[in-house]
């Protein structure tokens, strides 16, 4: 596999652009790593969003001469996305049996996304999502048990039962939160990365390796808002070590990308502020991985921050509590088709990596993984009340606790005159 460069990715500003006499902007090497969203044509009968979809073909990429990872490598990248995958299934069967509550999103299809870009990670390095997620959390190393806990919303999860689905948050792990709004862990993420920037060149306390490195995931519906321009921004003005990367599953919802966006090629949005921006192919996760290490690695040496946009597919609906009756079935049996999991087994195989009976212990072992952490969060007791509201306020007894240790608030008087607020 051609090692990727985000040289030929970065755009002539318009200013440069001008003075070159240059009328448009470099083209895109011939890479499947990084190849760019063919543009529309109104003719053609749209199925989906996805470039794939729309050229109607599936892209067969040219056999490596020699595998692109290594055999701990892929068996790695194998067993994080099985169990990203059979986590999430669990999590639907658990659902649906009254174990969980609220609104529950799956990341079945999207593995190759998560498990190529955190497993490049180093523990100090942080990781920002949104409300699918649970896989994020997962790759960046939280137990299973942990995140099946918190799902349950049981004390032993890893927000003591007080995040749910749409708020994994790990601090040993750098997991700094999965945010329910769009585009509100954005500027987390920023705000991460200064603070690994600060740390480096002012405190003089980073890694040997370089500068700490934050991963900021969102979906495509979020890159027509407002923070994630304002954070394109400065991060790239302050050079910040920071991977925007929009994980473009093609739907905000039941809204499809093309008619949400006046331009659907959302890599070109980092060009438009002089960092690089890539496209890869999200359904493949050595190509995921490749874009990955360089993103990653120009971030650590001071370089800045790059804006990948990885097109992706959910398999199952937004939500748990959707039906999924807006998008096409030929659309949805496409991607089924590509499913990143079985892309990535057949390379195994193929490339002599793993026999098909050792990627099965695997699968094996991560059932009972799987499995034990539901028992677990079973198991757990429910969060005590004296936890409400602990972490809200100041107070470290929390607020509304009198001297003598009990709750002010149920002292009878406590609540006079509410009633006509």
């Not at 083209?27 to 044509?41: E, G």
């Not at 003719?43 to 996805?50: E, T």
């Not at 993103?295 to 939500?319: C, N």
């Not at 034990?372 to 607020?399: H, I, W, Y």
């Amino acid at each position: 596999m051609a090692a990727a460069s985000f040289t030929a990715a970065k755009f002539l500003a318009p200013a440069v652009a001008a003075r070159s006499g240059a009328d448009r902007a470099p083209s895109f090497p011939a890479s499947s790593a990084m190849r760019p969203l063919r543009r529309i044509r109104p003719a053609r009968r749209l199925l989906a969003v996805s470039s794939d979809v729309l050229a109607g073909n599936k892209a067969t990429p040219a056999a490596a001469a020699q595998p692109a990872v290594t055999r701990e490598e892929a068996l790695e990248l194998y067993e994080d996305m099985v169990l990203g995958r059979n986590f999430e299934d669990m999590c639907a069967q658990m659902y649906y049996r009254g174990k969980m509550f609220g609104f529950v999103h799956l990341y079945n299809g999207q593995e190759a996304v998560s498990t190529g870009f955190i497993k490049l990670l180093n523990q100090p390095d942080c990781v920002v999502s949104t409300y699918r997620d649970h896989v994020h959390a997962l790759s960046k190393g939280v137990p299973a048990r942990s995140v099946m806990a918190e799902l349950f919303g049981k004390a032993t999860g890893c927000c003591r039962g007080q995040g749910g689905s749409m708020h994994m948050f790990s601090e040993p792990h750098n997991v700094l939160g999965g945010f329910a709004f769009i585009g509100e862990g954005i500027p987390v993420a920023t705000g991460a990365a200064f603070a690994a920037k600060y740390r480096h060149e002012v405190l003089k306390q980073s890694s040997p390796d370089g500068l700490d490195v934050t991963i900021a995931f969102f979906g495509d519906g979020t890159a027509n808002n407002g923070q994630f321009f304002e954070c394109l921004n400065m991060a790239q003005l302050w050079k910040l070590p920071i991977i925007f990367v929009v994980e473009n599953n093609l739907w905000a919802i039941g809204m499809s990308h093309l008619r949400a966006t006046s331009d659907p090629e959302i890599w070109k949005k980092g060009p438009a502020f002089g960092m690089p921006g890539v496209h890869v192919d999200g359904m493949d996760v050595l190509k995921v991985r490749e874009v990955a290490k360089e993103a990653i690695d120009r971030a650590r040496r001071g370089e800045g921050p790059t804006l990948v946009e990885a097109e992706t597919y959910r398999f199952r609906g937004h939500s748990l509590a959707d039906p999924d009756e807006l998008r096409r079935p030929d659309e949805k049996s496409h991607y089924a088709a590509r499913d990143p999991i079985t892309q990535l087994k057949k390379y195994i195989i193929e490339q002599n990596l793993a026999s098909e009976a050792e990627l099965k212990s695997i699968e094996k072992r991560i059932d009972d993984v799987v499995e034990e952490a539901v028992e677990f969060a079973d198991a757990s007791p429910l969060p005590p009340r004296s936890q409400l509201l602990e972490n809200v306020f100041a107070d470290p007894k929390g607020f509304g606790i009198g001297p003598d240790g009990k709750y002010r608030c149920e002292d009878p008087k406590f609540t006079q005159g509410t009633a006509q607020v």
